[in-house]
């Protein structure tokens, strides 16, 4: 098993494009985050805003990973006006004592990664070993592949400077780009 898990949620699936390039960079496992209340066309938007800016959590769905057999756990979410998507809340809110060590990442439209950011450190009681904040249009134009690898080089620099348990040896070096 791997001892990196990748948790996201995404709506649009541009956190999905991201997480699934951060799992890739560091042999990890990935995690979506399922929530079942409608966020497709203007109400959707509309809805997910509201939750954002109120901090509100919503029901999501038992995860199949158990984050609790990971050294560390990255955690992505869209920024929901200038906040925290819900679904991401809610899974921190259920599993921050399973998480030994945690990075962060956000997508945005153009503000408030910083304030996401803030908010996941805030609901997980941890400060991340790397964080990144992306741009929508970024990864639409597939421009961040080098951000990427310098957020999982910040990681896997977290294991071998002693702030994170070790990975196993094949973890235990940044994979060819």
């Not at 799992?23 to 509309?46: C, F, N, Q, W």
């Not at 901090?55 to 006006?81: C, F, M, N, Q, R």
């Not at 996941?120 to 990144?132: D, N, Q, R, V, Y």
């Amino acid at each position: 098993m791997s001892r990196i898990l990748v948790v996201y949620y995404s709506r649009t699936g541009t956190t999905k494009c991201v997480a699934t390039e951060i799992a890739k960079a560091l042999e990890g496992d990935v995690e979506e985050i399922v929530d079942h209340t409608p966020r497709s066309g203007l109400v959707g938007y509309m809805r997910s805003g509201f939750e954002g800016s109120f901090h509100k959590v919503t029901e999501i769905d038992p995860v199949a990973l158990d984050p609790t057999g990971y050294d560390l756990v990255v955690l992505g979410s869209p920024v929901w006006s200038a906040s925290m998507s819900s679904p991401m809340r809610a899974f921190i809110r259920h599993h921050r004592g399973a998480l030994k060590a945690v990075a962060f990442f956000c997508t945005c439209g153009g503000r408030g990664g910083e304030r996401v950011l803030e908010q996941m450190a805030a609901e997980s009681g941890k400060a991340p070993a790397a964080s990144l904040i992306l741009r929508e249009a970024d990864v639409a134009r597939g421009s961040v592949g080098m951000a990427i690898r310098g957020f999982a080089d910040r990681i896997l620099g977290s294991f071998q400077s002693g702030q994170v348990e070790s990975p196993p040896a094949a973890q235990a070096h940044a994979p060819a780009a």
